[in-house]
């Protein structure tokens, strides 16, 4: 007799038998009185057949009956003969019905198989001879089974075999023992992975037979296998075995009963020798993380683990890795001491974050890293470089700019006679004639130099300069006041004039060391240019106001006077607002830190002029405020703001903020050719020696001005509007059309 224990049910008198009993009746199982042996039997076994078929013998049946210890005793039937029972051995009955279940479940659930093909549209390069040499050998390697390979990959993932439990495990040994093989469960097996649901690996077709076309953009197809539980595509793998890089641009997969699923690519796809892992492109459906399908979430952070990279070695022009690093790569101290530039970044220079390079350091300073001498290609990730349409355009400005500049310095360099501005009609000659030189200078110039005759003929046209708006209908516009104050507010830098709060103004340097910090500007420099007003009227009414260069100057200025032919000031210019509703500027002071610490700084103040000799100083002091202007604007409000600051936040985006965020799609189109732009800026823009140290006033100076200015005034939630005409404090005098509230 075998006894087995009933768990007793909530409703009284129903009780429940567990189903390990129907596997074969000649096994006992005592759990004893243990409510988690019984809980788990019946989790591991199942819902109980003894309610589910009428195949089975009922409770009221004499085989079995209860004893005083609520246990089920069985009565086995008596026993047979071995002969008989050979003959007569026959599977349990509960393996007959799971079986029967199992063949039901999978007939009712066996998947369908259906294609689904792609529309891959692959733009082209414009190739020269090497080019197009190459493209006919990834052609023919195509044709010979180096295909391009593919893969779509479901939302879902794929379920298969759920694995097994140690005490399940068990269980099924014990009632495999007793079963017949065609219904014995398979423990060898190994579970199910629980992978995306995937499609077959299709090869891209037509690329051998469209390798001769002429177009920009070629559309080739591929032909996946899919089943019917595969619901909707929602990533594609890409795995390039040609030879060279080709730029995919997008594919639509059709056949899913949701209609096309587009995937915008829009990304170089390197060869596998150089980049063995399968590229992954998400569709244009968004996800945010806590929404993102269960079959891409592990793609989306593979994705992103790319981009990181691992920070370690130097970067390739094919690697698409985005990581951080100082600025120090702007100097090239193995040249020489003159050519070392302080690094830009971390705490004694604070300094956003540039794109991670990885160069080894230079011989003499090991802070420093090797720069990449223009024109060597400088790294951005493949993405974020040029397209074709503008490289060139950019080259072709560059060509006009190295006519501009080159020519000039080549006939300097042949010809003895000085060639500097002589008048000022000799300016204006640039804008009409353009840059024309003698015959005979041209002939001995060409001749001496065979490469320059080759732009002989574009000369012409190269050389005339284009002419500046402001002076098309009057040349002497520039020298006006009126002009000088429009272009404040108008010009290419409007964004540092601010509401004078205070006069006379105030500095806030250390007085310790710059001197006292009050202004040289008094009442009497410029009531008479108030229209009737006192200076505090004036203030009252929101009538003065002040392009102030004199902090942003002061603490470099002996290092920049010290430089040869470099000479510079600290600015500070008054404007006052007429009734006219235009600006006009009533004074400018000129400021020099002192000569010893504890000496005053040497200012002089500069009025509208009233006679011929004060009307040139006037323009002087004007074109050093201009000076300083195109310092400020360069390096603090253009560079600084509009290119370094926000290079970390590209490089956090692409590192945080996978493909299919909603928030990296409104983003992407803004962030476009900015770290191509910056990398060429560090090489030749802002670099020892570069254009910025060789137009500009401070000179290699520049970027310690640019790194101050981000130190001490640089905000995020100070850079955009209204915020910014709130820091400047001029919104109560903004002409406000509309009547909408500015903050």
């Known amino acids: 007799m075998y006894e087995i224990p009933i768990p007793r049910s909530r409703k009284r008198g129903k009780q429940e038998l567990p189903d390990s009993f129907l596997k074969n009746s000649s096994t006992s199982f005592d759990f004893g009185k243990d409510p988690t042996k019984m809980a788990a039997s019946s989790e591991i076994l199942g819902s109980s057949f003894l309610q589910q078929t009428s195949l089975l013998p009922s409770w009221n049946s004499p085989l079995f009956r209860r004893d005083e210890q609520s246990r089920l005793s069985v009565t086995p039937p008596p026993k047979q003969s071995r002969r008989r029972s050979c003959r007569a ?390 020298l006006r006041d009126d002009e000088f104050a429009r272009q404040t507010l108008a010009g290419i830098n409007p964004v540092n004039i601010e509401r004078l709060q205070a006069f006379p103004p105030i500095s806030k340097l250390d007085p310790a060391i710059y001197g006292p910090p009050e202004s040289a500007i008094r009442e009497e420099h410029i009531i008479r240019h108030l229209d009737g007003l006192s200076v505090q009227q004036a203030l009252e009414a929101n009538k003065l106001f002040m392009l102030d260069y004199h902090d942003a100057y002061m603490p470099f200025l002996d290092r920049i006077n010290a430089q040869d032919g470099r000479k510079a000031y600290g600015t500070r210019t008054i404007f006052f607002l007429s009734e006219q509703e235009t600006l006009k500027p009533i004074a400018i002071e000129l400021s020099l830190p002192p000569a010893r610490v504890g000496d005053s700084r040497a200012k002089r103040v500069f009025t509208p002029p009233v006679d011929a000799t004060s009307c040139w100083l006037w323009q002087l002091a004007k074109a050093h405020v201009c000076s300083n202007d195109a310092g400020v604007h360069q390096l603090v409000n253009h560079w600084l703001k509009t290119h370094a600051c926000m290079e970390p936040f590209i490089v956090a985006a692409h590192r945080q903020l996978s493909a299919m965020h909603p928030i990296y799609k409104l983003l992407k189109p803004h962030m476009r050719y900015t770290l191509q732009v910056n990398a060429l800026a560090r090489q030749i823009l802002i670099s020892g020696g570069g254009i910025i140290e060789s137009s500009f006033t401070p000179g290699p100076i520049g970027m310690e001005i640019c790194a101050a200015a981000y130190r001490q005034n640089w905000r995020i939630d100070q850079e955009t509007l209204p915020a910014d005409l709130i820091k400047r404090q001029v919104i109560s005098a903004v002409l406000n059309p509309i009547g909408a509230p500015l903050s």
């Not at 097994?164 to 023992?177: A, D, F, K, M």
């Not at 037979?209 to 996946?224: G, H, L, M, N």
């Not at 290609?377 to 040029?386: G, N």
Request: glycine share 6%; charged share 30%.
């Open 89 to 478: 051995v026959r599977p349990p009955l509960a393996a007959v019905v799971i079986k029967e279940r199992f063949v039901k479940v999978e007939r009712e659930e066996k998947a369908v198989k259906f294609k689904v093909r792609a529309a891959v549209t692959v733009r082209r390069k414009n190739e020269d001879l090497g080019g197009a040499i190459a493209n006919q050998v990834d052609a023919l390697c195509d044709k010979l089974g180096r295909s391009v390979l593919m893969e779509l990959v479901s939302t879902e993932m794929d379920p298969g075999r759920p694995p097994i439990s140690p005490l399940q495990r068990s269980v099924r040994r014990i009632q495999s023992h007793h079963a017949s093989p065609a219904s014995k469960f398979s423990l060898d097996a190994k579970p199910g992975t629980r992978k995306p649901r995937s499609s077959n690996e299709a090869e891209l077709r037509g690329w051998f037979e469209k390798k001769d076309a002429k177009t920009d953009r070629v559309v080739y197809a591929a032909e996946f296998t899919v089943d019917s539980n595969f619901n909707e595509a929602g990533a594609i793998t890409v795995l390039n075995r040609h030879q060279r890089e080709f730029f995919l641009e997008s594919i639509v997969v059709e056949g899913f009963a949701c209609g096309p699923i587009h995937f915008p690519c829009n990304s170089w796809v390197q060869p596998s020798r150089l980049h063995p892992t399968k590229r992954i492109f998400f569709s244009n459906k968004p996800y945010l993380p806590s929404q993102t399908p269960a079959g891409l979430k592990e793609l989306r952070q593979q994705e992103l683990k790319e981009l990181r990279g691992d920070g370690k070695g130097e970067r390739k022009i094919t690697d698409r890795i985005y990581d951080y690093d100082v600025y120090n790569d702007l100097g090239n101290p193995d040249k020489g001491i003159q050519f070392a530039r302080p690094v830009l970044g971390g705490d004694k220079m604070p300094y956003p974050r540039r794109l991670r390079t990885g160069r080894a350091p230079t011989t003499t300073d090991k802070d420093a890293e090797r720069r990449v001498e223009d024109p060597l290609p400088v790294y951005a990730p493949r993405d974020d470089q040029f397209e074709e349409g503008k490289v060139e355009m950019i080259t072709a400005g560059a060509r006009k700019a190295v006519l501009h500049n080159l020519l000039p310095l080549l006939v300097a360099s042949i010809s003895p006679e000085s060639h500097d501005f002589k008048a000022f009609h000799e300016v204006d000659n640039l804008f009409k004639e353009g840059l024309r030189l003698k015959q005979s200078l041209q002939d001995q110039l060409f001749h001496k130099l065979p490469l320059v005759s080759k732009i002989q003929d574009l000369s012409e046209a190269k050389l005339r300069y284009d002419t500046p708006d402001i002076i098309t209908k009057d040349k002497f516009a520039w």
